[in-house]
């Protein structure tokens, strides 16, 4: 048989309507949307927390937040976690990572730059790092290559096309698969752009192509923050004191920067499929694109994401190309970031290890008949330290909340507010149901349901030990 291989592209902070195969008519993405037309697109497709950190360990785990750990950026995930890159390096795979991992916290790193990792570094035996601060190895091929650029660099100002730092992320992704497609290696690539949280540094050539008074601003109603719980009013409150909410100007100008990276994105994920056309392995390669959380553009007046869970920073973008799979399906079926894992792992033809909470969903990317996602989706947040931003203890703010295809509840441990909303016909999360006494039999159904996936969710196995 021949190698299987895989390539996994995550962006950070992708609200799902930022691309054109999910309805947006303005931004032009046709490099993503061809590998939609290609493959299976999910609607509803959920990611476990709000911010990076523990939303891309429970991708690489399969695992959930309480259970890997990571419950908020800035907890590193602990080597004992067995990650997806592990099992299939265990297995024979290259395995490479090229931009974003974000498995560390950013904020420990010295200076501005993230040092450069020789691996095996969680799992990847290749590694070039280039997070949400630049990192040593893509500086010093600046200084190498371009050293009139090396400030600018440094402060992601003006770069060039050529000289960009997700140029250089594709770059080292391609020259990864190429060496081990031409050892007649199976790989598995991971290709990461930090980013689309505005404002975004897309090159100086890409930079303006949209304008700010085209871009789409969010529905903003005079009572949402009344019937939401408190700290969504505290935490609007505290970025506008700081400066940091804001205005309609100041926020479509950073929406059009946003659509501008994204468009400049999508030309770096056509430069990397072309090259598995290129290489002659297009056809043995597995294609995933997710994000890694969704992100508020002033949603309910939030700016950015974390510790929120409504659906603009939950329901991600997440497009599957199989080789010989279904082909231009859409996909109503719920899933989560913790079903990523199983699914490679089964695709690969290799054995789950234990401890597993996801579940593989390659009999709906194989379009079997009757193949179905989960009936809900499980989230969590617990101390967002964006939340110290705003001026508020993150020790307050602790969060579950269920989801299923037309209902959503939001728990707060030890508090009498919470979230409730139909989804049928309040989308938007504008009406609150949590203290409504017509719905309290919908509540106290959805909070059973809350406490049968926790309590599904516990640890199977011990923490692992070991260590790489």
Same mark, same amino acid.
């Given at each position: 048989?021949?190698?299987?291989?895989?390539?996994?592209?995550?962006?950070?902070?992708?609200?799902?309507?930022?691309?054109?195969?999910?309805?947006?008519?303005?931004?032009?993405?046709?490099?993503?949307?061809?590998?939609?037309?290609?493959?299976?697109?999910?609607?509803?497709?959920?990611?476990?927390?709000?911010?990076?950190?523990?939303?891309?360990?429970?991708?690489?785990?399969?695992?959930?937040?309480?259970?890997?750990?990571?419950?908020?950026?800035?907890?590193?995930? &602990?080597?004992?976690?067995?990650?997806?890159?592990?099992?299939?390096?265990?297995?024979?795979?290259?395995?490479?990572?090229?931009?974003?991992?974000?498995?560390?916290?950013?904020?420990?790193?010295?200076?501005?730059?993230?040092?450069?990792?020789?691996?095996?570094?969680?799992?990847?035996?290749?590694?070039?790092?280039?997070?949400?601060?630049?990192?040593?190895?893509?500086?010093?091929?600046?200084?190498?290559?371009?050293?009139?650029?090396?400030?600018?660099?440094?402060?992601?100002?003006?770069?060039?096309?050529?000289?960009?730092?997700?140029?250089?992320?594709?770059?080292?992704?391609?020259?990864?698969?190429?060496?081990?497609?031409?050892?007649?290696?199976?790989?598995?690539?991971?290709?990461?752009?930090?980013?689309?949280?505005?404002?975004?540094?897309?090159?100086?050539?890409?930079?303006?192509?949209?304008?700010?008074?085209?871009?789409?601003?969010?529905?903003?109603?005079?009572?949402?923050?009344?019937?939401?719980?408190?700290?969504? &009013?505290?935490?609007?409150?505290?970025?506008?004191?700081?400066?940091?909410?804001?205005?309609?100007?100041?926020?479509?100008?950073?929406?059009?920067?946003?659509?501008?990276?994204?468009?400049?994105?999508?030309?770096?994920?056509?430069?990397?499929?072309?090259?598995?056309?290129?290489?002659?392995?297009?056809?043995?390669?597995?294609?995933?694109?997710?994000?890694?959380?969704?992100?508020?553009?002033?949603?309910?007046?939030?700016?950015?994401?974390?510790?929120?869970?409504?659906?603009?920073?939950?329901?991600?973008?997440?497009?599957?190309?199989?080789?010989?799979?279904?082909?231009?399906?859409?996909?109503?079926?719920?899933?989560?970031?913790?079903?990523?894992?199983?699914?490679?792992?089964?695709?690969?033809?290799?054995?789950?290890?234990?401890?597993?909470?996801?579940?593989?969903?390659?009999?709906?990317?194989?379009?079997?008949?009757?193949?179905?996602?989960?009936?809900?989706?499980?989230?969590?947040?617990?101390?967002?330290?964006?939340?110290?931003?705003?001026?508020?203890?993150?020790?307050?703010?602790?969060?579950?909340?269920?989801?299923?295809?037309?209902?959503?509840?939001?728990?707060?441990?030890?508090?009498?507010?919470?979230?409730?909303?139909?989804?049928?016909?309040?989308?938007?999360?504008?009406?609150?149901?949590?203290?409504?006494?017509?719905?309290?039999? &919908?509540?106290?159904?959805?909070?059973?349901?809350?406490?049968?996936?926790?309590?599904?969710?516990?640890?199977?196995?011990?923490?692992?030990?070991?260590?790489?």
């Amino acid at each position: 048989m021949r190698p299987r291989n895989v390539l996994v592209f995550m962006t950070d902070g992708h609200r799902k309507d930022i691309l054109g195969c999910y309805g947006n008519e303005l931004l032009e993405t046709p490099n993503i949307d061809a590998c939609a037309a290609a493959g299976v697109r999910f609607e509803r497709a959920f990611c476990t927390h709000s911010v990076c950190m523990p939303t891309r360990a429970s991708v690489y785990t399969g695992r959930y937040p309480h259970i890997h750990g990571v419950w908020a950026n800035g907890v590193a995930l &602990r080597r004992s976690e067995l990650t997806m890159p592990a099992v299939l390096a265990q297995a024979g795979w290259a395995t490479g990572a090229a931009g974003k991992v974000h498995h560390e916290p950013q904020q420990l790193y010295p200076g501005r730059t993230v040092p450069a990792i020789q691996g095996p570094y969680y799992g990847f035996d290749e590694v070039h790092i280039s997070e949400n601060k630049p990192g040593e190895e893509y500086l010093a091929f600046i200084d190498r290559e371009f050293p009139e650029l090396s400030e600018r660099a440094r402060t992601r100002t003006d770069m060039p096309a050529e000289a960009h730092e997700l140029t250089w992320i594709t770059d080292q992704a391609i020259g990864f698969m190429r060496r081990r497609a031409a050892a007649g290696r199976p790989f598995f690539c991971h290709c990461s752009y930090h980013e689309l949280s505005p404002p975004c540094h897309p090159p100086v050539q890409w930079t303006g192509h949209y304008d700010p008074a085209d871009m789409p601003v969010p529905e903003l109603r005079a009572d949402d923050l009344a019937k939401k719980p408190p700290f969504y &009013r505290e935490c609007y409150e505290g970025y506008v004191a700081n400066g940091r909410q804001p205005d309609e100007p100041a926020l479509r100008r950073a929406i059009a920067s946003c659509y501008d990276q994204m468009r400049f994105i999508d030309h770096q994920f056509g430069r990397a499929l072309a090259a598995l056309e290129e290489m002659g392995v297009a056809d043995d390669t597995l294609v995933v694109f997710l994000a890694d959380h969704g992100l508020s553009l002033n949603d309910h007046f939030q700016w950015r994401h974390g510790p929120f869970l409504f659906d603009q920073v939950i329901n991600i973008p997440m497009i599957w190309r199989l080789p010989g799979g279904a082909s231009g399906e859409v996909s109503a079926e719920m899933v989560e970031g913790v079903d990523v894992m199983p699914t490679i792992l089964e695709w690969c033809g290799v054995e789950a290890p234990p401890g597993l909470q996801g579940r593989s969903i390659l009999p709906i990317l194989r379009g079997e008949p009757g193949a179905r996602g989960r009936e809900s989706v499980l989230m969590q947040e617990r101390q967002a330290p964006d939340l110290d931003a705003r001026g508020l203890d993150p020790e307050r703010i602790t969060q579950w909340a269920v989801r299923t295809q037309e209902w959503k509840l939001v728990h707060y441990p030890g508090e009498e507010f919470g979230e409730l909303y139909d989804l049928r016909s309040d989308p938007g999360e504008f009406d609150n149901l949590w203290a409504d006494p017509g719905y309290a039999a &919908r509540r106290a159904e959805m909070e059973r349901l809350l406490l049968d996936r926790i309590a599904e969710a516990r640890d199977p196995l011990p923490v692992r030990e070991y260590h790489w």
